[in-house]
């Protein structure tokens, strides 16, 4: 007897069943997401359309995405892109998923800068796949940013990104070692480091210990070797009337702000949504 034709809705239960088996936390909502992705079919349409037999393209196309997310590769991967701050970006392995907290450091320079039309001269040091520097870019659209990365996988997603909304030309991306290759003075800088502790990396989940970059997570051996490496860039490339913002991990704070208090920074922290100080905020103290 030929096997049943595979419906959308014996592709959703088989595809819920192996997720589940592999361990994803949310199985038929993710399954639901590997479906609407292969279609193209809407949410309703998907319910709607319950008893259409996928065409053999788009079946071996789901089988693919199931099992590369069976063996937990990260949706954002699969999909190609992700959102940051209500921007589309392209994303993929080599580069750094981005983070809905990671937007703490896009809201600080907004409320530390109030005008929009200012041309603002940004740095953004790890730019990953340019998330932060688009944002800013965006927000400030008088602005010029300098994107640094050591990775050059991470420069190309950043370029493509720029490009396809349309701000490359107002952005220089930079492949080297934190800021010592530049010059400034820059008005604001960003950076979300590596923050991971070392020793931390082999309890991360595995869509991101896996798959995500370890030179996007590993800080050394206490977390915080990169904020180490990047504090004399800040000293001789922040304005003096500057804004550098930092992301740090759960935890990280208190050392933090010892570090760079004694450097000679006034420190302030902003937290994200879940009330993690996520965001340490830096400026050159006055002098008396
Ligand atoms: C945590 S990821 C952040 C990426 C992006 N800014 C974001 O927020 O999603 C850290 C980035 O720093 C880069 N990086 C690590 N070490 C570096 C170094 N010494 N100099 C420049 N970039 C570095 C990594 O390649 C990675 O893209």
Excluded: K
Aim: aromatic share 4%.
């Amino acid at each position: 007897m030929a096997p049943a034709p595979t419906t959308i809705a014996r592709a959703l239960c088989a595809a819920t069943r192996r997720l589940r088996e592999a361990g994803i936390e949310s199985p038929r909502a993710e399954a639901r997401l590997l479906l609407r992705h292969v279609t193209g079919l809407a949410p309703e349409l998907l319910v709607r359309e319950r008893d259409r037999v996928l065409v053999a393209d788009e079946l071996a196309r789901l089988e693919a995405l199931v099992a590369r997310r069976a063996e937990r590769e990260p949706w954002a991967y699969l999909s190609g892109e992700r959102e940051f701050w209500s921007l589309r970006l392209r994303v993929r392995p080599g580069v750094l998923v981005p983070r809905p907290e990671t937007e703490t450091l896009v809201e600080a320079p907004l409320a530390a800068f109030p005008e929009r039309t200012a041309a603002l001269r940004i740095l953004d040091l790890g730019t990953g796949s340019g998330c932060l520097l688009a944002a800013l870019l965006h927000e400030y659209p008088n602005a010029f940013g300098v994107g640094v990365d050591r990775s050059a996988e991470a420069l190309a997603v950043a370029a493509e990104n720029l490009e396809a909304l349309g701000l490359r030309r107002r952005a220089a991306l930079v492949r080297g070692d934190w800021g010592t290759a530049l010059s400034g003075p820059f008005d604001l800088v960003v950076a979300n480091p590596p923050y991971v502790a070392s020793g931390e990396l082999e309890a991360l989940a595995p869509e991101v210990g896996r798959y995500e970059p370890r030179l996007a997570l590993d800080g050394g051996p206490d977390g915080l070797s990169a904020y180490r490496a990047l504090l004399p860039d800040l000293l001789r490339l922040l304005a003096a009337h500057g804004l550098a913002c930092l992301e740090i991990g759960a935890g990280q704070a208190a050392a933090l702000r010892a570090l760079f208090a004694a450097a000679g920074f006034t420190v302030a922290l902003r937290a994200d949504l879940a009330g993690i100080a996520r965001c340490l905020l830096l400026r050159r103290a006055a002098r008396p």
